[in-house]
Structure formats: C-alpha cells, structure tokens
C-alpha cells in the first residue's frame, strides 16, 4: 500500500485560505485515485474531494464546491487542497487517502494519513 503524510492545516479565520498537502510513498502513486476526507469532532467522517489517476476528472462535496480545489502532481508524489473562504463549519481534522477505484466513498479507500487539523475561528 502506499503511504500518506499530511501537512498544512493549521488556526485560520473564516474567510482566510489554506492549502493541505498529502505526501505520497510506497508504490506508484499515480496508480491511484487519492482524495481528501474530514471528520469534526463527534461527526462522522464525510469526503471532501477526489483526484482521479491523471488529474483531469475531479469532484467534490457540495458543500466545499467553488472554495475548494484538489489537484495532484504525479512526479512529486504529492496532492493538494486548496481551501478558500473557510468558514468555522470547516473544522475538522483533514485526512488524505488513496484508492484503487474512482470514488467519494470512503470505505474504498484503502490507505490513510494520520491527519491534519483546520481550526476555523469566526
């Protein structure tokens, strides 16, 4: 399996911007869809985003649609989300994950990072 490794979260203000980072390694990362899950405190975890393999197909929860941007570079082994007009509804620790199929749900996932938190103050 491959291995991820979050990093960037961090205290912001609502309206502020941040971007997250998911490092890859392990196996080829370009092997695999990747994609961004959070979980809020006494919340079930819920996805965010998803990557495809090449980058050119992406989606997203309503939610996060037009503030939000996943993007990944394949030579860097690294995916990113960018996250604009935060709001406090943010908060959340943000996991990176990968998987072999195209998918929003998370039981397809087979890898995980730790996490990284978002704290949203208003």
């Known amino acids: 399996q491959v291995q991820l490794v979050e990093s960037g979260g961090g205290l912001v203000q609502a309206g502020d911007s941040l971007r997250l980072s998911c490092a890859a390694s392990g196996r080829t990362f370009s092997d695999y869809t990747v994609g961004w899950f959070r979980q809020a405190p006494g919340k079930e975890r819920e996805f965010v985003a998803a990557i495809s ?35 406090p509804e943010d908060t959340a620790v943000y996991h990176c994950a ?13 890898s995980w990072g730790q996490g990284t938190q978002v704290t949203v103050s208003s």
């Open 98 to 110: 990968a998987s072999a199929t195209y998918s929003t749900a998370a039981t397809s996932y087979g």
């Open 53 to 87: 393999l090449t980058g050119a197909s992406t989606r997203y929860a309503d939610s996060v649609k037009g503030r939000f941007t996943i993007s990944r570079d394949n030579a860097r082994n690294t995916m990113y989300l960018q996250m604009n007009s935060l709001k």
